[in-house]
């Protein structure tokens, strides 16, 4: 089968690879979509995956074979055929992380391996049947390839105890800060200003629920142990830009919160005389909740996001993966893009 597979030094291409086959309790789905994450630029763009792996984590797809043990009555069990999604392994139920009903940074987990990946930039994908879910009638394959970016849009919304009441700021509008700020708008929490650079992605941010945009320009340094103007009670860092992270601490009001939720390679400084005199509380927001993807996929089939503005219009086949990955860095693409590795 065809993989978009990743070369090293920063460059991929369409490879043949062998068509996995599912052991016992495994079953083989057949990708529909797979959205291209954040995590897969930096992996590629900034050369951090290992040469000859096939990124892609963010799929929909449909059962194509199950494994020895799971059962294919398509009643308790699942059909060929089923159009399915799959979450992550459950925690251990136990630990201190479990017990806090923090099951995806299980301290029993195996520390996530970035680079030993099998992903969906491909057209078959084993998983374990245990962890499969059913996508809702009515919700079509290409957004439920959003199901994992939402289930941790809704994760960090969560973490960070917002209500309707906060004045949220979300830095950064591409693909994370978008969802962001569509669950955040699904949720009643309407003071929302996105803070973004370039152009067509503030558009789109206003386009998914933002009240307000801005250039980070635009955002006014504090004057020391003083609030700006108008503060906000929470900020959402998605940019993974050191500066918006820093911009986003000067913006917080007193008792405000820092969520961190894009990932950068250059290290933000953290003031943190102004943590102290305004007692903020800066958090990292990773995985998903408990409930796994289930509240995800509720939501989106739900029609309360507006899914149409969230991915961009153009699919991409395998060999387009490079390219719309340089377009999303370069900020020229504001929502999801989706591979279709059936059309390549
Ligand atoms: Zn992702
Ligand atoms: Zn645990």
Known sequence: MPAAVYLGGGDMAVREVPVPVPGPGEALVEVSHCGICGTDLHLVLEQYARPNTV???????????????????????????????????????????????????????????????????????????????????????????????????????????????????????????????????AQGVHDITVSEPAPRRRERALAVGAKAVCTPDELLPAKMGQPVEQPFTVAFECSGHASAAEQALDQLDYAGTLVFVGTGNKMPKINHNRAIIFELTIIGAYNYDAEGFAPALELLASGALPLDELVEADDVGLPGVLDAMHRLAAGDLAGKVMVTPAAS
Do not use: N
């Open 55 to 185: 990124l892609g984590h963010e799929w929909s797809g449909t059962l194509a074979a199950l494994g020895d043990g799971v059962r294919d009555d398509g009643v308790d069990g699942w059909e060929l055929g089923a159009r399915v999604v799959a979450d992550a392994t459950p925690g251990c139920g136990e630990c201190r992380a479990c017990l806090r009903g923090r099951p995806s940074v299980c301290l029993r987990r195996e520390p996530t391996d970035f680079l030993a990946f099998t992903g969906a930039f491909t057209q078959y994908k084993v998983v374990a049947a245990s962890r499969l879910l059913r996508i809702p009638d009515g919700l079509s394959m290409r957004h439920a390839a959003l199901t994992e970016p939402t289930a941790i849009a809704i994760h960090t919304v969560h973490l960070a105890g917002v209500t309707p009441d906060d004045r949220v700021l979300v830095t950064g509008a591409g693909p994370v800060g978008l969802l962001t700020t569509a669950v955040l708008h």
